[in-house]
């Protein structure tokens, strides 16, 4: 079966800008969560989405925000882009939530100039 | 807060030379300990989820343990294709509660 998808894969922009990535998850999976990494702080919680409704979130800034579609697909937003913003997004999906088995995606690696 | 701490950071082994990978946790309860594995220019890759102190389980060369106050990820007579970074999270009781994760453990094993 196909696997977590993220699009673009690679992203370039400039301070200020505002920027949105794409997650589709595995069929069937409701859940999805996003996820930040850089060498300096790991693997850092965004978001957690299940069936449209947002059920917990992580210590960000509120430039940072996300939704669902009732296909399970899910977006990210991040706006007045900073240098600190440079990153790999991750987006995982799960049957139930993040404390389940989760399948990752490839990853967005954005980079603010 | 939640807190995971992963050592050593970067670790080199022979092939076929067992070592452990060791994560310390600080949670007011826990309800599940994750191991993943993340390979340069993938997502994280699930290995194992722990629950209670005293429990192990395995997979191919690799033992995953759980204490209470620490993991350890057991590699068995590594080879080079397991070479990864290996990341640890933890996520506690509390309402709401997320996932927090390691900063991982680089792994190269040398044929």
């Known amino acids: 079966k196909a696997g977590v998808t993220q699009t673009p894969r690679y992203l370039i922009k400039t301070r200020g800008q505002q920027v949105t990535l794409s997650c589709s998850p595995i069929s069937g999976h409701r859940s999805v969560s996003w996820y930040q990494q850089t060498p300096g702080q790991g693997l850092q919680f965004l978001f957690e989405?299940?069936?449209?409704?947002?059920?917990n979130k992580g210590n960000f800034p509120g430039r940072f925000s996300g939704r669902q579609f009732s296909n399970s697909r899910s977006e990210m937003n991040v706006s007045t882009l900073e240098l600190g913003d440079s990153a790999l997004y991750l987006c995982a999906s799960s049957l139930q939530g993040p404390y389940n088995e989760q399948f990752f995606g490839p990853g967005t690696r954005l980079t603010v100039l | 807060e939640d807190q995971v701490t992963q050592s050593p950071e970067a670790l080199r082994l022979q092939e076929g030379e067992s070592s452990s990978l060791n994560c310390s946790y600080t949670v007011s309860g826990l309800r599940g300990l994750f191991w993943y594995r993340q390979d340069p220019g993938k997502g994280p890759e699930f290995l194992f989820t722990?629950?209670?102190a005293g429990e192990e389980k395995e997979k191919e060369r690799l033992k995953a343990t759980l204490t209470k106050k620490e993991s350890f990820l057991h590699i068995t007579a590594p080879k080079p294709e397991d070479s990864a970074t290996y990341l640890c999270a933890v996520q506690s009781t509390g309402a709401n509660s997320k996932l927090t994760f390691g900063k991982g453990i680089t792994l190269s094993v040398r044929p």
């Open positions: 989405y299940f069936s449209e409704t947002q059920r």
């Open positions: 722990l629950y209670s």
